[in-house]
T-cell receptor
Framework: DAKTTQPTSMDCAEGRAANLPCNHS???????VYWYRQIHSQGPQYIIH???NNETNEMASLIITEDRKSSTLILPHATLRDTAVYYC????????????FGKGITLSVRP | NAGVTQTPKFQVLKTGQSMTLQCAQD?????MYWYRQDPGMGLRLIYY???????DKGEVPNGYNVSRLNKREFSLRLESAAPSQTSVYFC????????????FGQGTRLTVV
């Protein structure tokens, strides 16, 4: 019972912005949107999370639509080191919270 | 500050052997997790521990046991390894379930022959 839907893969040119979409049409009011990434063979790495407002940190920006049914992770200036699998995760708060990964989207940054 | 440390990094077992994967975190986190990742797949949750003294099953607990030894350490035991348990195992920790980012170890690559 996947809570999120992501394309299988995408690519972008180095130095350009990478916009990674995610659909989460069944998200409920107490669920956050989290993004993690996994560079080949390494453990996943947290990127950013948000509830309903747009968020920005040193790694990326997260844009959540007003109805919260979809979001976009933006890497403003992609580099070759950003090539990875990116996971969009909807995570409820509270005692039953479980960080559950889907298949993610493979981002390939080309020179 | 090492973060989440997993040992060993690599292991080969024969079918039927047992072993324990060790995980330790130095961030004073309450919650710890064990995942497995098969080739080309996302991570699947095996067990988690919301706080010291508690453990709960995840998606794929069969064939595994866990021990939350103290706040720092969370071990995963394979009592009788099977080839289907060949995988990469990741341990993770977070300050509080569902609210904060999780930190992952670098993984244990286990092959059961």
């Amino acid at each position: 019972d996947a809570k999120t839907t992501q394309p299988t893969s995408m690519d972008c040119a180095e130095g350009r912005a990478a916009n990674l979409p995610c659909n989460h049409s069944t998200i409920s009011g107490n669920e956050y949107v989290y993004w993690y990434r996994q560079i080949h063979s390494q453990g996943p790495q947290y990127i950013i999370h948000g509830l309903k407002n747009n968020e920005t940190n040193e790694m990326a920006s997260l844009i959540i639509t007003e109805d919260r049914k979809s979001s976009t992770l933006i890497l403003p200036h992609a580099t070759l080191r950003d090539t990875a699998v990116y996971y969009c995760i909807v995570l409820e708060t509270g005692a039953n919270s479980k960080l559950t990964f889907g298949k993610g989207i493979t981002l390939s940054v080309r020179p | 500050n090492a973060g989440v440390t997993q040992t060993p990094k690599f292991q080969v077992l024969k079918t039927g052997q047992s072993m324990t994967l060790q995980c330790a975190q130095d961030m004073n986190h309450n919650s710890m997790y064990w995942y497995r990742q098969d080739p080309g797949m996302g991570l699947r949750l095996i067990y988690y521990s919301a706080s010291e003294g508690t453990t709960d099953k995840g998606e794929v607990p069969n064939g595994y046991n866990v021990s939350r030894l103290n706040k720092r350490e969370f071990s995963l035991r394979l009592e009788s390894a099977a080839p289907s348990q060949t995988s990469v195992y990741f341990c993770a920790s977070s300050e509080m379930r569902g609210y904060t980012e999780a930190f992952f170890g670098q993984g244990t690559r286990l092959t059961v022959v």
